[in-house]
């Protein structure tokens, strides 16, 4: 149950090869089949007051389980909105937004709106129940992030681990699609092993593509305030250069 567009741009770009279908399919499972067991949205829909067990069913938000309060703590550290954070964006959102029980108070005491992107119908109409539980407006939607730009104002826009599957597709994209955002605060995240926990070098040449990418100019509407390494995961925040 995947956004239509999204499939239908795929099946597009690979219109002409010897089998289109299984060339699409093959990128399809790289950009989303991997992550998710086939019943994770019926354990999931039986468990939206589990935020760990939640967590534990993608396989993006399971890595990050063991360090999930040095990632969102060093995030918090870094914020600083008046009033309080009272908007998050969550672009390529997975199941990343069930975390919202388990975040540090500064992210969420005063959050009035949660908007979310993924390419799961399923995951969308989840995400909707769930926010809705949370008293939080029903706000998940599908896009192809690829081609399309979800840019709302936000206090704190997450793109974790979205950049290298976007410059997968297209390259440019991923931070193109960053330095659009309208955001006080950017988190960008990049895994440093396949799923399979190989490194393949990957810690290296992505903090390589992050670098390139920020001093030649493609963030250029955001200044880099800090960068760690938690667990798995590259992060770095950023903050707005632009006035808004």
Known sequence: MLYPPLIERILAEEFGKKDPKKAAKTRLHQMFGAYLCGNAHKKAARLLKDAPTLLSLHASTKERLPHF????????TQVCVSGGVKIISDLGCGFNPFALPLMPAVLTENLAEYHAWDIDIRTRDLLNVYFAEMLLPQSAKCADLAVETPCEASDVTFMLKLIPVLEAQIAGRGFALANAQNTQFLVVTYPTKSLGGR??????NYAAAFENAYASGGLSNFRLIANEKIGNELVYVLRSAVRR
């Open 199 to 204: 490194e393949k070098g990957m810690e290296k």
């Open 69 to 76: 309060e040095n990632f969102y703590e060093f995030i918090a």
